[in-house]
Each structure stands twice: as structure tokens, then as C-alpha cells.
């Protein structure tokens, strides 16, 4: 990497550092951006085959269900207020949004506060816990017997 490449990127994550402690931009830049990811997910509708939103490539390549398959139809139904069919697309996905919601909001009262807030991704087995997790729905929804196989979407 050359000296202005590496200067340009350093200018870079030092403005984006101080953008996320800014207590009304950064706020403001990830609501904006969940705003655009969601109304791109409204308009794509990823329930319909062949649309703008790309099948999953683990499920295509591999025909299994990843973590993530249908989170892109969960996020759909949530937005249109089926927390049922959200739930039945991808129950790890929504909690996982529900944690990043609440990520989010002990992020912005920190930055109102002046000093952070400590919530559940500070927590020592975060980490640990997420990857179980992960994995764990990985394999639970891939077990082709009842009452596993209605995992599969």
C-alpha cells in the first residue's frame, strides 16, 4: 500500500471514529441506514422467486439451511407486522435483531450519557455464546425429522 493510500485510509477511519462518538450523528447514521436496508428490503420482496434479493448461496450450492436463510423474509414480515411468519423464517434472526436493537439503544444513551453502557455484548461469554448459537441452529434446523425438519425454510 502506498504512503497516500494509507494516509487516505487512516483520514478515513478517523473520521468515521469520530462520527460514531458524535452523540447525534452516529445515532443518526445507523438509523439511516437501517431505514435504507429496510426500505430496500420492502420494496425487493425477497418472497418472490427471481426477485432482486439473490437466493442464499449456502442453500444453493449446498441444500442446506445456513444460520442466516430467511432473514431477508423475516425482516420482510417484520416490517409488515407478521411477528408469526418472521418467526417461522428465521427465530434466531429475530432475536438476533431484538440484541442489536438493544445494542443499539445502550450505545446512544452511552453517547448522551457522556460514558458507556454496559449491555450484553460486553458480557465476557458473548462471543462464545453467539457462536453456539449460531452453530446450534445450524445443525437443529437441518435435522430432517419432525418436529425439526419444519425448521427448514
Known amino acids: 500500500?502506498?504512503?497516500?493510500?494509507?494516509?487516505?485510509?487512516?483520514?478515513?477511519?478517523g473520521a468515521a471514529t469520530a462520527v460514531s462518538r458524535h452523540r447525534i450523528a452516529g445515532?443518526?447514521?445507523?438509523?439511516a441506514a437501517v431505514g435504507v436496508a429496510s426500505t430496500f428490503v420492502w420494496f425487493a420482496d425477497?418472497?418472490?422467486p427471481g426477485g432482486i434479493i439473490p437466493p442464499c448461496p449456502t442453500k444453493t450450492l449446498l441444500h442446506i439451511d445456513c444460520p442466516g436463510c430467511g432473514a431477508s423474509r423475516a425482516v420482510y414480515s417484520l416490517l409488515h407486522g407478521d411477528i408469526g411468519a418472521a418467526l417461522h423464517y428465521n427465530a434466531v434472526g429475530?432475536?438476533?435483531?431484538?440484541?442489536?436493537?438493544?445494542?443499539?439503544?445502550?450505545?446512544t444513551v452511552?453517547?448522551?450519557?457522556?460514558r458507556r453502557v454496559r449491555s450484553w455484548q460486553h458480557?465476557?461469554?458473548?462471543?462464545?455464546?453467539?457462536?453456539?448459537?449460531?452453530?446450534g441452529w445450524l445443525i437443529i434446523r437441518?435435522?430432517?425429522?419432525?418436529?425439526?425438519?419444519?425448521?427448514?425454510?
Request: net charge positive; hydrophobic share 60%; proline share 8%.
Open 1 to 13: 500500500m502506498s504512503v497516500d493510500a494509507a494516509s487516505t485510509t487512516d483520514r478515513m477511519l
Open 27 to 31: 445515532p443518526a447514521v445507523v438509523v
Open 46 to 48: 425477497p418472497m418472490t
Open 94 to 107: 429475530v432475536l438476533a435483531l431484538a440484541l442489536l436493537g438493544i445494542a443499539f439503544v445502550t450505545y
Open 110 to 114: 452511552g453517547l448522551w450519557r457522556g
Open 123 to 135: 458480557w465476557r461469554y458473548t462471543p462464545t455464546a453467539v457462536l453456539v448459537v449460531i452453530f
Open 142 to 153: 437441518n435435522i430432517p425429522v419432525a418436529p425439526f425438519d419444519s425448521l427448514k425454510v
